[in-house]
C-alpha cells in the first residue's frame, strides 16, 4: 500500500512537472498587444490633447505620449522609452496622434513581453525545482523506508545465514512481524530450530554408536582372552604336533582379532574423549620388554638399547609397537630388522620388513583413518592401527614416521627424552 501511494505520488508530481513544461513551451516570446485597452488609451490622449496635462490613464498599460518636437507631454511611469529610436529597438508601438487631420504628436506604448515571458519563465522554473525537490524527498525518504523494511531484514538474515553456516544455531533469528517480511524471515529461524534439533539427534545417535562400538569391542575381547588361554593350555598339552600347529594357529588369530578389536576400540574411546596419554619417566631399558611383547613370533632381534630416561606412556607405547608388528606380521611376512638410536634429544626406534614397501603417494595418507594402502589386496583390516599409533605418539610429544627403506616399509617411533619437552 505504500509503495503504491509513493508511485501515484511521483506520478503525479512528473505529470505536473510535464504540464508545466508544455505550457511553457507553448508561449510565445513577442507579447500579442491588447488592441482595445490600446485603442482606449489612444482615443482618451487624443481627445484631451490640448488638456493633456490633466489626462489620467485608466487601461493600466505603460506608454508615452510625445509632441511633434520629441517633448515629453505625457507618461504612465518611470522608464520607458522617450525616444522613437528607443522605441523601434525595443519593439514598442508607436501610433500617430491626430487632430482634425493634422500630426500632434506619438505615443509609444510599452513593449512588455519580454517581461512577461521572463516572469513565466521564472514561474516555470520554480515550479519545477520546486516539485523536483519534492520528488527529491520523496524518494530519499522511499529509499530509507526501503532500507528499514527490506534493506536491514535481509542483512540480518545474512548474519544468520553467515552464523548458521558456522554452526551456530542457539541465537535466533530477530523478526519484526509487523514487517512484509516477518513471515519469510519467521521461516528461516523455523529451519534454524529444525537444523538444531536434526544436529543434536545427529550427534546423540553418533555418540550411542561410538558407545555401543566401544561397549561391544571391550565384551568381545573377555571371550577372546578365554579361547586365546584355552587354546595356550591345549597347544601347551598337545602330544601331536599338528594338533600343537592348530592351537598356534587359534593362538595366532586371536592375537589379531584381538589387535583389531584394540584398535577400534581405541578409535571409539578417542572420537568420544575417552582415552588419555599420560607420558611419565621411563627407562630406556623397558623398552626391550616392550618390544619382546609385541613381537610374540620373535621375528626380530632386539639390539643394545643406550641407557637413558624417557618421556612416555608405556601402555600406550606398547599399543604402538603392537600395531607396528602386527601389520608387518599381516602385510610383510617376513623378518624384521630393529635398529635404536640417539638423535636431536630422541630416542628413535625403526623396525623395517622385507616386503615390497608401500608406494610413495600412498605414504602420507596410511596415518588417516580407515586408510590401506592399494597392496593390501584381500587381507583383512579396517586402517586404524597406524592412525592410533600416531594419534599416541602425538600424545607423548613424539613422532611416527613411515618410510620405504631399502628391503620394505620402514617405520620410526621417535620417543622424547625426559626433560626435553
Known amino acids: 500500500m505504500k509503495a503504491q501511494k509513493f508511485l501515484a505520488g511521483l506520478f503525479l508530481l512528473f505529470a505536473a512537472e510535464l504540464t508545466a513544461l ?15 485597452r490600446i485603442n482606449e488609451a489612444f482615443q482618451s490622449l487624443q481627445d484631451g490633447w490640448d488638456a493633456i496635462e490633466n489626462h489620467t490613464d485608466q487601461t493600466g498599460l ?8 520629441g517633448n ?12 522613437i529610436h528607443a522605441a523601434v529597438t525595443h519593439r514598442d508601438t ?31 522554473i520554480g515550479f519545477v525545482a520546486t516539485a523536483m525537490l519534492l520528488q527529491t524527498l520523496l524518494c530519499a525518504g522511499y529509499f530509507l523506508y526501503l532500507n528499514h523494511a527490506v534493506g536491514k531484514p535481509f542483512r540480518r538474515l545474512k548474519r544468520f545465514a553467515e552464523r548458521v553456516a558456522d554452526g551456530n544455531l542457539d541465537i535466533p533469528l530477530e523478526m519484526d512481524r509487523e514487517n512484509f517480511f516477518g513471515s519469510f524471515t519467521e521461516s528461516f529461524d523455523l529451519m534454524r530450530s529444525e537444523l538444531k534439533k536434526a544436529r543434536l539427534a545427529e550427534a546423540e545417535a553418533n555418540a550411542r554408536k ?19 588361554a584355552a587354546s595356550e593350555v591345549g ?29 577400534l576400540f581405541s578409535a571409539s574411546l578417542k572420537e568420544l574423549e575417552q582415552l588419555p596419554v599420560i607420558p611419565e619417566d621411563m627407562p630406556s631399558r623397558e623398552l626391550k620388554t616392550l618390544l619382546e611383547n609385541s613381537d610374540y613370533l620373535r621375528r626380530t632381534r632386539i639390539p643394545e638399547i643406550p641407557d637413558c630416561l624417557l618421556r612416555a606412556d608405556r601402555l600406550r607405547l606398547q599399543q604402538v609397537f603392537d600395531n607396528i608388528f602386527a601389520n608387518s606380521y599381516k602385510y610383510a ?26 608406494p610413495a603417494e600412498e605414504l602420507p595418507f596410511l596415518k588417516e583413518k580407515f586408510r590401506r594402502g592399494k597392496n593390501a589386496g584381500r587381507i583383512e583390516g579396517a586402517g586404524l592401527g597406524l592412525y592410533i599409533s600416531d ?31
Not at 598339552?237 to 584394540?262: F, H, M, P
Not at 623378518?335 to 616386503?355: K, P
Open 22 to 36: 508544455l505550457f511553457f513551451s507553448s508561449q510565445d516570446a513577442v507579447h500579442r498587444p491588447d488592441v482595445i
Open 62 to 69: 505603460d506608454y508615452v505620449a510625445l509632441d511633434l518636437n
Open 72 to 83: 515629453v507631454r505625457f507618461r504612465t511611469g518611470p522608464g520607458l522609452s522617450e525616444s
Open 94 to 124: 508607436i501610433l500617430d496622434l491626430e487632430i482634425d487631420g493634422l500630426n500632434v504628436g506619438k505615443v509609444i506604448f510599452y513593449n512588455d513581453s519580454e517581461q512577461i515571458f521572463r516572469s513565466q519563465k521564472y514561474a516555470v
Open 210 to 228: 561410538k558407545e555401543l562400538v566401544a561397549r561391544l569391542s571391550h565384551d568381545i575381547k573377555t571371550p577372546l582372552a578365554s579361547i586365546k
Open 235 to 263: 597347544a601347551a598339552l598337545a602330544g601331536d604336533d599338528k594338533l600343537r600347529e592348530n592351537y598356534d594357529r587359534i593362538i595366532q588369530k586371536s592375537d589379531q582379532i584381538n589387535t583389531l578389536v584394540t584398535n
Open 333 to 358: 611376512g617376513t623378518s624384521v630388522f630393529t635398529s635404536v638410536s640417539l638423535r636431536n634429544c630422541r630416542l628413535i626406534v625403526c623396525m623395517e620388513d622385507s616386503g615390497d614397501g608401500v
Open 391 to 421: 594419534y599416541f605418539m602425538k600424545g607423548m610429544d613424539g613422532e611416527l614416521l613411515l618410510e620405504n627403506g631399502e628391503t620394505g616399509l620402514k617405520v620410526s617411533v621417535k620417543i622424547p627424552l625426559s626433560g626435553t619437552v
